[in-house]
C-alpha cells in the first residue's frame, strides 16, 4: 500500500530549540495534515494545508505544502516541555468530491530536555 | 467546543466473542472513520462511511468487520470474532465533507483481546 516516510523517527532537543520534520510519498496528496498524538490519546489535529506552496502557522507551529505534492514539512519554534508527544503527517486523497482515507506517517517522537 | 466521542474507553474481551465500539461524530460532519492503531505503530485507515453506506474500506476491514449508523447521532465498529491481533487502539474521527477535509479523532477506545 501506500506509505509516508516520515523523519526523523525520533528527537531529543534543549527547551528553546527549533523543530523541524518531514513527510514524503511517491504519490500526490490532495491534502496534508499534520497530528499531535499524547500517549493514551487520540491524534489532534494541528494543521490542514490544502493548497501546493501553501504556508500555514499555528502559534509556534509552521507547515508547508510542497510544490510536487509529495510532501510536507513541519516546524515548531522555541520548543517547550508540552512540546513532548508524538507527530504524525497524513495524506489525503480525493476521489471527485469522495473523501479519501488519511495515509498516516509513522509518527516522529518528541522529547524535550527541561 | 464540538467533539467526537467513543464509549467504552477500555474493552477487554475473549477471543472469539463479537464487540461494539460506539462513536458520536460531531453533529454536524457527514462522513465518519474508523481507525486503528496497534500499540507503538502508526495509525491506519479502516473503512469511511457516507450517505449511510460505506465509501472506501482498507484491506484490514475484512468480513469480521462491520459499521453501522443505528440511529442519526451513533456510528459503531462491529468485530464478530475478535482474534488477539485486533487487539489495538480503535479510533472513529468525522469530517464536514467536500472542500473540508480536516477530521477530528475522538479519545479512542482500547480493545484488548484475551
Known amino acids: 500500500g501506500q506509505q509516508l516516510n516520515q523523519s526523523p523517527q525520533s528527537m531529543f532537543i534543549q527547551e528553546g530549540e527549533d523543530v523541524s520534520m518531514n513527510c514524503t510519498s511517491s504519490?500526490?496528496?490532495?491534502?496534508w495534515l499534520w497530528y499531535k498524538q499524547d500517549p493514551g490519546e487520540g491524534p489532534v489535529l494541528l494543521i490542514a494545508?490544502?493548497?501546493?506552496?501553501e504556508l500555514t502557522s499555528n502559534g509556534r507551529l509552521t507547515a508547508q505544502f510542497g510544490i510536487t505534492r509529495k510532501d510536507s514539512f513541519l516546524n515548531i519554534s522555541a520548543s517547550i516541555p508540552s512540546d513532548v508527544g508524538i507527530y504524525f503527517c497524513?495524506?489525503?486523497?480525493?476521489?471527485?468530491?469522495?473523501?479519501?482515507?488519511?495515509?498516516f506517517g509513522k509518527g516522529t517522537k518528541l522529547s524535550v530536555k527541561p | 467546543e464540538p467533539e467526537v466521542t467513543q464509549t467504552p474507553s477500555h474493552q477487554v474481551t475473549q477471543m472469539g466473542q463479537e464487540v461494539i465500539l460506539r462513536c458520536v461524530p460531531i453533529?454536524?460532519?457527514?462522513?465518519f472513520y474508523w481507525y486503528r492503531q496497534i500499540l507503538g505503530q502508526k495509525v491506519e485507515f479502516l473503512v469511511s462511511?457516507?450517505?449511510?453506506?460505506?465509501?472506501?474500506k482498507s484491506e484490514i476491514f475484512d468480513d469480521q468487520f462491520s459499521v453501522e449508523r443505528p440511529d442519526g447521532s451513533n456510528f459503531t465498529l462491529k468485530i464478530r470474532s475478535t482474534k488477539l491481533e485486533d487487539s489495538a487502539m480503535y479510533f472513529c474521527?468525522?469530517?464536514?465533507?467536500?472542500?473540508?477535509?480536516?477530521?477530528?479523532f475522538g479519545q479512542g477506545t482500547r480493545l484488548t483481546v484475551v
Open positions: 474521527a468525522s469530517s464536514v465533507g467536500q472542500g473540508e477535509t480536516e477530521a477530528f
Open positions: 504519490s500526490i496528496f490532495n491534502t
Open positions: 494545508l490544502y493548497k501546493a506552496g
Open positions: 497524513a495524506g489525503q486523497k480525493d476521489y471527485g468530491g469522495s473523501q479519501g482515507n488519511l495515509i
Open positions: 453533529s454536524n460532519h457527514l462522513y
Open positions: 462511511f457516507y450517505n449511510n453506506e460505506i465509501s472506501e
